[in-house]
């Protein structure tokens, strides 16, 4: 029988329940975050506040990419030719996208860790109930 995962689940993590749901949550978890993250044993010792800190990192990245394609034109303008200001604009647009599907991904993941934490909560379970 398979598990069922929603969609926007990180290939790299196995699905919740499973035997190794929690190390491979933790190992693609850490690949998000700064290395020195590694340093702190704590986030080994609690997932969930890994993935807390991973959701709160990839979110400063995201708003960080919107605040740089809203102000490349102006900066970059009397720098960097025409061309290359919408070759940066795509870039910001593309990383931006990948930057909210990892968001996204960690929130499935972190709602995953919080059902194990609070198994009795339905709002942790509800985004791994299939769609019939």
């Given at each position: 029988?398979?598990?069922?995962?929603?969609?926007?689940?990180?290939?790299?993590?196995?699905?919740?329940?499973?035997?190794?749901?929690?190390?491979?949550?933790?190992?693609?978890?850490?690949?998000?975050?700064?290395?020195?993250?590694?340093?702190?044993g704590?986030l080994?010792r609690?997932?969930?506040?890994?993935?807390?800190?991973a959701?709160?990192?990839v979110?400063?990245?995201?708003?960080?990419?919107?605040?740089?394609?809203?102000?490349?034109?102006?900066?970059?303008?009397?720098l960097?030719?025409?061309?290359?200001?919408?070759a940066?604009?795509e870039?910001?647009?593309?990383?931006?996208?990948?930057?909210?599907?990892?968001?996204?991904?960690?929130?499935?993941?972190?709602?995953?860790?919080?059902?194990?934490?609070?198994?009795d909560?339905p709002i942790h379970?509800?985004?791994?109930?299939?769609?019939?």
């Amino acid at each position: 029988m398979s598990t069922y995962v929603p969609p926007g689940w990180p290939s790299q993590v196995h699905p919740p329940g499973t035997d190794r749901f929690e190390d491979t949550a933790m190992s693609w978890l850490l690949e998000l975050v700064p290395p020195e993250y590694r340093r702190y044993g704590v986030l080994r010792r609690y997932p969930i506040a890994l993935a807390r800190m991973a959701r709160h990192h990839v979110n400063a990245s995201v708003e960080a990419a919107r605040e740089g394609f809203r102000t490349a034109r102006v900066d970059l303008s009397a720098l960097v030719p025409p061309h290359g200001v919408e070759a940066v604009l795509e870039a910001y647009r593309r990383e931006g996208a990948r930057l909210v599907s990892l968001l996204q991904a960690i929130e499935l993941v972190e709602t995953a860790l919080r059902a194990q934490a609070e198994p009795d909560d339905p709002i942790h379970r509800r985004p791994f109930t299939p769609k019939l």
